[in-house]
């Protein structure tokens, strides 16, 4: 069974920073492309920043600039890094990713993590 976890979250104050981290563990054989959406109040869930395995990214305009994601294959791990924070950022942030697995066939499957609030707040 595959988990993701994310960690980092937290309440800071306009133009500070933060790093989300997310975990992915369980039993598979490949993590395919890694993502962090958020999800505001009242709103739909967002992209914020992707990236393939191999390391190409693309990011929402609301975020280019100022977030960074990264991932260490070797601990099956994505980062976002949040920089110059805004009121506007304030949401549930959730990491998804698609993995590979074999369970007598090989199957690809999306994954959610729980999420992780971030609030951006004088």
């Known amino acids: 069974q595959v988990q993701l976890v994310e960690s980092g979250g937290g309440l800071v104050q306009p133009g500070e920073s933060l790093r989300l981290s997310c975990a992915a563990s369980g039993s598979f054989l490949r993590i395919n492309s890694m993502g962090w959406y958020r999800q505001a109040p009242g709103k739909q869930r967002e992209l914020v920043a992707a990236?393939?395995?191999?390391?190409?990214?693309n990011y929402a305009d609301s975020v280019k600039g100022r977030f960074t994601i990264s991932r260490d294959n070797a601990k099956n791990t994505a980062y976002l890094q949040m920089n110059r924070l805004k009121p506007e950022d304030t949401a549930v942030y959730y990491c998804?990713?698609?993995?590979?697995?074999?369970?007598?066939?090989?199957?690809?499957?999306?994954?959610w993590g729980r999420g992780t609030q971030v609030t951006v707040s004088s």
């Open positions: 990236i393939t395995r191999g390391g190409s990214t």
């Open positions: 998804n990713a698609g993995i590979t697995a074999y369970t007598g066939a090989l199957l690809n499957n999306d994954y």
